[in-house]
T-cell receptor
C-alpha cells in the first residue's frame, strides 16, 4: 500500500531557482495538504485543497503556489526559491478536512 | 499566536514507566483532537484521537485525556517502551474557519532501556 508518495526525497536549490514538489495519494481522499516543518515550529500549513478543483491558503502561503491536478495529485511549486524556504515539506491527505491525515515521508529541501 | 502549544520540547522516561505528554489549546471552537507520532526521516503517523464530547479515549497502551474547561489534553503511554521514542505532535481541528488542523510544535520523547 503506497498511501501518500512524495518526490523528490531530497533537493538542493540555489537562491532564485524554481522547482515543483510532487505528491500523489492512492486512498481516494478528497482533501490534500502541504505543510512545512521547521525546528521548534511544528507543522505549518502552506496550502490545502478541500476537494478536486479547489485550493486555499494556509498559515504560510507566501512564496508558494499549488495545483490540484486531479483527485490523486497535489503539487507545490516554488517559483523563486529563497534560503528561508529551507525546510522539510510534508504532503498529507484525508477523507474530509477534519479527519485523520495521512502523511508522505517528506521532502528535505535546502536553498543555498 | 500559537493556538496549540506543547510546552515541553523533550521528555525522558525510563522503560516500563508512564510517559505523559501535555498539550494546551486556546481556541474554544476546536472540537476534535489528535496525536501523531513521528520517527526520523518519516512522515507523522496518526496515533489516537478524541472528540470534544468525550473526556477520555483509550487504545492499548495509549490514552488521551481531554479537559475542555482547562483547554488541555494529555497523552499517557503505559508502559513506555524504547520503540516509543519519537516526536509526538498534538493537533486540533474544528469549525475555526476552514476546518484547518493546527499542530503543536511537538515533544520529543526518549524512553531509556
Amino acid at each position: 500500500n503506497a498511501g501518500v508518495t512524495q518526490t523528490p526525497k531530497f533537493q538542493v536549490l540555489k537562491t532564485g531557482q524554481s522547482m515543483t514538489l510532487q505528491c500523489a495519494q492512492d486512498m481516494n481522499h478528497n482533501s490534500m495538504y502541504w505543510y512545512r516543518q521547521d525546528p521548534g515550529m511544528g507543522l505549518r500549513l502552506i496550502y490545502y485543497s478541500a476537494s478536486e478543483g479547489t485550493t486555499d491558503k494556509g498559515e504560510v502561503p507566501n512564496g508558494y503556489n499549488v495545483s490540484r491536478l486531479n483527485k490523486r495529485e497535489f503539487s507545490l511549486r516554488l517559483e523563486s526559491a529563497a534560503p528561508s524556504q529551507t525546510s522539510v515539506y510534508f504532503c498529507a491527505s484525508s477523507e474530509e478536512r477534519k479527519n485523520i491525515q495521512y502523511f508522505g515521508a517528506g521532502t528535505r529541501l535546502s536553498v543555498l | 499566536d500559537q493556538q496549540v502549544k506543547q510546552n515541553s520540547p523533550s521528555l525522558s522516561v525510563q522503560e516500563g514507566r508512564i510517559s505523559i505528554l501535555n498539550c494546551d489549546y486556546t481556541n474554544s471552537m476546536f472540537d476534535y483532537f489528535l496525536w501523531y507520532k513521528k520517527y526520523p526521516a518519516e512522515g507523522p503517523t496518526f496515533l489516537i484521537s478524541i472528540s470534544s464530547i468525550k473526556d477520555k479515549n483509550e487504545d492499548g497502551r495509549f490514552t488521551v485525556f481531554l479537559n475542555k474547561s482547562a483547554k488541555h489534553l494529555s497523552l499517557h503511554i503505559v508502559p513506555s517502551q524504547p520503540g516509543d521514542s519519537a516526536v509526538y505532535f498534538c493537533a486540533a481541528s474544528g469549525n475555526t474557519g476552514g476546518f484547518k488542523t493546527i499542530f503543536g510544535a511537538g515533544t520529543r520523547l526518549f524512553v531509556k532501556a
